[in-house]
């Protein structure tokens, strides 16, 4: 069980959503309308609009919105499923390498309000299946967990530990929490802004390139966890096969030792690792941009804020702090210009930059320090922090995409990395939101069959590109997989 956790759904609240989810959850489950539980499913609106989650709008988000093709055929990783009418019945034509059948599923179910009850190893044969089981269950939270060499349903009949995991795709979970002591929004635990919010696109920035440049994985997939989050999802076959001590060594690799309040002591080391200049380069425009201005987390924008900056200097560098700092007094210059001033000045220092030569009585090791200065400050605000132990395990658990955050409302969606830094996590719609959107649909365009309801709202955006971008390439990667194969066993033969 222990396994299970992501850390998502603690207490504490979502930036100016909070009172309104709260009592959202509140309302719905004491006092809701008996007529209201009865109608699940057909009736849309919400009588309070600022009911963002319900269990009779979650009932009507999974009979309506729920993109269970597109999840089905992902796990599958079988290009027979790429259209919506192939959703495999048990048996059917689907070839043995379809994973889905054995991948386990985990339902968070809230049989009476307030009492959550935690279901571990389902697995279920077909599309079919989960939808049904899903629509019946209205589980609050789903996760997925790995592929098992039998179906995880099969756990109680079969001897003890005979179900194995197989394989997973590698995951990694990136989380605002984690980002308390450099979030001068004011921002803490679950709360967020559109301010802090943009560590998040760093580090998918910098996780994105560093997966497909460094390890070559190219079927990668992010998601917005509904919350104070994203997870990332790499899905090529290399990756799902990893063992758990591939998987933490990917992992550490990407864990850089940032220091902490207490121990600022951290150091890189020369020479500086390729990932590393690599992720500099990607995060120091955007440290300039968005954290170091007054509209970021202006961290030198007044005074009081570039002095505790200054103060991290190398003991050497302090007569270029005591100079500038002077100099920034009298005039008024944009914290662009003195994050360049500064570098400049230090750079001077060690003879990188202008005219000046070296200081001679530096020893190597102040040098170094000097050198690493600025690209150690903009790590400790912006490289991304892993929940690392999120992504050591086959068997670890994962919020499933697609679901609802029950304290948002909001759906887990698809984000795609090139437009990462404008994801707006509060432009995403909430279930109430969702069902008003279809609403206005109809009444516009009369009950179209002819489109999934997802196609008629907010969702289409980021599903469709999902499908686009990822979906697609990877069944056309899959299929590729095959063909060789295929192709290699008849020289053999
Ligand atoms: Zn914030």
């Known amino acids: 069980m222990g396994a299970a956790a992501t850390n998502d759904d603690e207490e504490f609240e979502f930036g100016v959503d909070t009172t309104s989810t709260k009592k959202a959850r509140t309302s719905s489950s004491q006092g809701a309308p008996s007529t209201s539980t009865t109608n699940a499913g057909n009736k849309s609106s919400p009588a309070d609009a600022s009911v963002v989650f319900s269990p009779e709008l979650l009932a009507m988000y999974y009979s309506r919105l729920f993109?269970?093709?597109?999840?089905?055929?992902?796990?599958?990783?079988?290009?027979?499923?790429?259209?919506?009418?192939?959703?495999?019945?048990?048996?059917?034509?689907?070839?043995?390498?379809?994973?889905?059948?054995?991948?386990?599923?985990?339902?968070?179910?809230?049989?009476?309000?307030?009492?959550?009850?935690?279901?571990?190893?389902?697995?279920f044969l077909s599309q079919d299946e989960l939808m049904e089981a899903i629509q019946k269950r209205r589980p609050v939270k789903i996760d997925i967990g790995a592929v098992f060499n039998y179906p995880p349903k099969d756990n109680k009949s079969l001897p003890s530990g005979k179900l194995q995991t197989q394989e997973r795709e590698l995951v990694f979970d990136i989380d605002l929490t984690d980002y308390d002591d450099v979030?001068?929004?004011?921002?803490?635990?679950?709360?967020?802004?559109?301010?802090?919010?943009?560590?998040?696109?760093?580090?998918?920035?910098?996780?994105?390139?560093g997966l497909r440049k460094d390890f070559g994985f190219k079927n990668l997939a992010w998601f917005y966890s509904g919350r104070r989050g994203v997870h990332c999802w790499v899905c090529d076959e290399s990756a799902r096969k990893l063992s758990n001590d591939a998987r933490s060594a990917v992992a550490s690799y990407f864990e850089v030792d940032l220091g902490s309040e207490k121990n600022k002591n951290f150091h890189i080391t020369s020479p500086v690792h390729p990932t590393l200049s690599r992720a500099y380069r990607v995060l120091e425009p955007e440290f300039v941009k968005d954290v170091l201005p007054e509209e970021g987390h202006g961290i030198m924008s007044s005074r009081k804020m570039w002095t505790k900056l200054l103060t991290t200097l190398p003991e050497s560098c302090m007569s270029v702090a005591d100079k500038l700092d002077k100099k920034w007094q009298k005039e008024n210059s944009t914290p662009r210009e003195k994050w360049v001033e500064l570098k400049k000045g230090i750079m001077t220092l060690i003879g990188k930059t202008g005219h000046a030569k070296a200081q001679k009585n530096l020893s190597n090791s102040e040098r170094v320090k000097i050198e690493h200065w600025p690209m150690e400050t903009v790590f400790r605000y912006t490289y991304p922090r892993l929940d690392i132990n999120v992504s050591k395990m086959q068997n670890h658990l994962l919020k499933s995409p697609f679901c609802v955050h029950p304290k948002t409302g909001r759906v887990c969606v698809p984000i795609e990395v090139d437009s990462a830094d404008c994801f707006d996590p509060f432009a995403v719609p909430t279930l109430a939101q969702l069902m008003t959107e279809l609403d206005d649909y109809e009444a516009e365009n009369g009950k179209d069959e002819s489109i999934e309801d997802w196609q008629k709202t907010s969702l289409k955006g980021p599903f469709e590109n999902f499908q686009k971008k990822f979906l697609k390439p990877l069944l056309d990667e899959e299929r590729r997989i095959l063909r060789e194969r295929r192709e290699m066993s008849i020289a053999s033969w």
């Not at 689907?94 to 991948?103: I, V």
């Not at 979030?183 to 996780?207: D, E, H, L, P, T």
């Open 67 to 123: 993109p269970y093709h597109m999840l089905y055929s992902w796990l599958s990783y079988d290009p027979a499923t790429a259209k919506p009418g192939n959703n495999a019945k048990a048996g059917s034509s689907l070839g043995s390498a379809c994973t889905f059948p054995r991948r386990e599923f985990s339902m968070t179910i809230e049989p009476q309000p307030g009492n959550e009850v935690y279901i571990r190893y389902q697995s």
């Open 183 to 209: 979030r001068n929004c004011g921002c803490s635990g679950a709360k967020i802004c559109g301010k802090c919010w943009k560590f998040m696109g760093m580090a998918i920035k910098v996780m994105d390139e």
